[in-house]
């Protein structure tokens, strides 16, 4: 693209971005290269690929376009959402401070806490996200400020702006795990964060069928992550660079249908007398609301629900729905329940996790883009057992 063309818009950029016809072939989708190796013509002399850990062309497609959603310069795909987590905290060292807000995914949690603490990181947690709770973490220490927002699973949203800026005060850089938002609802890059994170298992998949993670940034800071992703080896295969590419494709339009169909259960869950409270940036009474309508173009399809009944509810709840599959994970076109406290945010410990208020009575929907009357009827007959 010269500098006066201007930038194709989201979904243009989804179907077209590191997606032209194949060059040895004219095929129009971009094939799945399911080869370990290429043939040099000469040592050293080949058209750009050696080694499939190195280079694939159906995954160099994939970051090609991963990195146009995100408008960053360089995209990089990995075998996770947590190899990619790895990959961004691997250009630390020990002795380094990474600040975390509490809420997050429990892997992560894990990761940092069972993995990178006994390798020499110190990780500081903030319960209070907000950029006055950032700065009381940050140190002069700090080298990586660490958020997802909305958060997993309380669905905070947290100003990316402001906590870049006290990062960058700090002379530390600002990642974002943008799993629960997408590209196509929040742009981090674009409002001063310096890398990007996902689980391309959830939203950017689409389908349940891919697991994949994924780091978008600047060209310059991703070049040790581009060495870790080689020199590690945490990357997809190729038939998985190529779902994800597939998934990729409608990722707006799914998007769309998710939020309308989150926003209209949401409200209707505000109503219903066996919830207690409802957590869905989409609210006008959710605390992070008008935060969320500056940096997002929608408000996402989690929402989080507290049971009146506590953690009993919960349990009588979980099993009785039929559309909303009880399982892991998010993100997909077919709805999802779970029970983060004994599912995704096992590996807290209780005590931690209760006091951050992922308690027994807290159930996360991953709300699909089944019709939506279907939906509110599942949620409809599932509370009803619950008195
Ligand atoms: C917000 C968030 N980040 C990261 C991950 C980890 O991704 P993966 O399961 O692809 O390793 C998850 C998984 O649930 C998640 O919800």
Same mark, same amino acid.
């Not at 950029?131 to 973490?137: H, I, K, L, W, Y």
């Not at 702006?161 to 795990?177: E, N, P, R, S």
């Not at 009357?373 to 057992?385: C, F, G, K, T, V």
């Given at each position: 693209?010269?500098? %006066?063309?201007?930038?194709?818009?989201?979904?243009?950029?989804?179907?077209?971005?590191?997606?032209?016809?194949?060059?040895?072939?004219?095929? +129009?989708?971009?094939?799945?290269?399911?080869?370990? +190796?290429?043939?040099?013509?000469?040592?050293? $002399?080949? $058209?750009?690929?050696?080694?499939?850990?190195? #280079?694939?062309?159906?995954?160099?497609?994939?970051?090609?376009?991963?990195?146009?959603?995100?408008?960053?310069?360089?995209?990089?795909?990995?075998?996770?959402?947590?190899?990619?987590?790895?990959?961004?905290?691997?250009?630390? $060292?020990?002795? %380094?401070?990474?600040?975390?807000?509490? %809420?997050?995914?429990?892997?992560?949690?894990?990761?940092?806490?069972?993995? @990178?603490?006994?390798?020499?990181?110190?990780?500081?947690?903030?319960?209070?996200?907000?950029?006055?709770? @950032?700065?009381?973490?940050?140190?002069?220490?700090?080298?990586?400020?660490?958020?997802?927002?909305?958060?997993?699973?309380?669905?905070?949203?947290?100003?990316?702006?402001?906590?870049?800026?006290?990062?960058? $005060?700090?002379?530390?850089?600002?990642?974002?795990?943008?799993?629960?938002?997408?590209?196509?609802?929040?742009?981090?890059?674009?409002?001063?964060? %310096?890398?990007?994170?996902?689980?391309?298992?959830?939203?950017?998949?689409?389908?349940?069928?891919?697991?994949?993670?994924?780091?978008?940034?600047?060209?310059?800071?991703?070049?040790?992550?581009? @060495?870790?992703?080689?020199?590690?080896?945490?990357?997809?295969?190729?038939?998985?660079?190529?779902?994800?590419?597939? #998934?990729?494709? +409608?990722?707006?339009?799914?998007?769309?249908?998710?939020?309308?169909?989150?926003?209209?259960?949401?409200?209707?869950?505000?109503?219903?007398?066996?919830?207690?409270?409802?957590?869905?940036?989409?609210?006008?009474?959710?605390?992070?609301?008008?935060?969320?309508?500056?940096?997002?173009?929608?408000?996402?399809?989690?929402?989080?629900?507290?049971?009146?009944?506590?953690?009993?509810?919960?349990?009588?709840?979980?099993?009785?729905?039929?559309?909303?599959?009880?399982?892991?994970?998010?993100?997909?076109?077919?709805?999802?329940?779970?029970?983060?406290?004994?599912? +995704?945010?096992?590996?807290?410990?209780?005590?931690?996790?209760?006091?951050?208020?992922?308690?027994?009575?807290?159930?996360?929907?991953?709300?699909?883009?089944?019709?939506?009357?279907?939906?509110?009827?599942?949620?409809?007959?599932?509370?009803?057992?619950?008195?």
């Amino acid at each position: 693209m010269t500098p %006066d063309t201007p930038r194709p818009g989201f979904s243009t950029r989804a179907i077209h971005a590191g997606q032209d016809a194949d060059p040895a072939t004219g095929a +129009t989708v971009v094939p799945i290269y399911a080869t370990s +190796t290429y043939t040099q013509e000469a040592p050293g $002399k080949h $058209k750009g690929y050696e080694y499939s850990r190195s #280079g694939n062309p159906t995954r160099a497609a994939l970051e090609t376009c991963l990195a146009a959603l995100e408008e960053g310069e360089r995209g990089l795909a990995f075998a996770s959402g947590l190899a990619a987590t790895t990959a961004v905290l691997s250009t630390l $060292k020990p002795g %380094d401070e990474v600040a975390a807000a509490s %809420d997050l995914y429990g892997g992560t949690y894990r990761l940092l806490e069972r993995v @990178f603490k006994p390798w020499g990181l110190v990780v500081r947690y903030t319960d209070d996200p907000s950029p006055a709770g @950032f700065a009381r973490v940050v140190t002069p220490a700090t080298k990586l400020a660490w958020i997802e927002t909305p958060t997993n699973p309380l669905l905070q949203i947290l100003d990316i702006a402001a906590i870049t800026a006290i990062a960058h $005060k700090a002379g530390a850089l600002l990642a974002v795990d943008n799993t629960f938002a997408s590209p196509y609802l929040q742009q981090p890059l674009k409002l001063g964060a %310096d890398l990007v994170v996902h689980s391309t298992t959830k939203y950017l998949g689409g389908h349940s069928d891919v697991v994949g993670g994924a780091v978008i940034g600047a060209g310059e800071l991703l070049k040790p992550i581009a @060495f870790y992703q080689n020199a590690a080896g945490g990357v997809p295969g190729p038939f998985d660079a190529y779902l994800t590419l597939r #998934g990729l494709k +409608t990722l707006a339009v799914r998007m769309d249908r998710h939020c309308a169909n989150a926003r209209r259960l949401a409200a209707w869950l505000t109503e219903q007398p066996q919830v207690e409270r409802v957590f869905y940036p989409g609210l006008p009474s959710h605390p992070g609301h008008e935060l969320a309508m500056r940096q997002m173009r929608d408000f996402g399809g989690m929402i989080s629900m507290r049971m009146m009944g506590g953690g009993e509810a919960a349990r009588r709840f979980l099993p009785r729905t039929r559309l909303f599959s009880l399982a892991e994970s998010l993100g997909g076109v077919e709805s999802l329940v779970c029970h983060p406290a004994t599912m +995704t945010h096992a590996s807290i410990p209780a005590e931690l996790r209760q006091a951050r208020g992922v308690d027994d009575g807290l159930i996360r929907l991953s709300v699909g883009i089944e019709d939506a009357d279907d939906l509110q009827e599942d949620l409809r007959q599932a509370l009803a057992s619950c008195g």
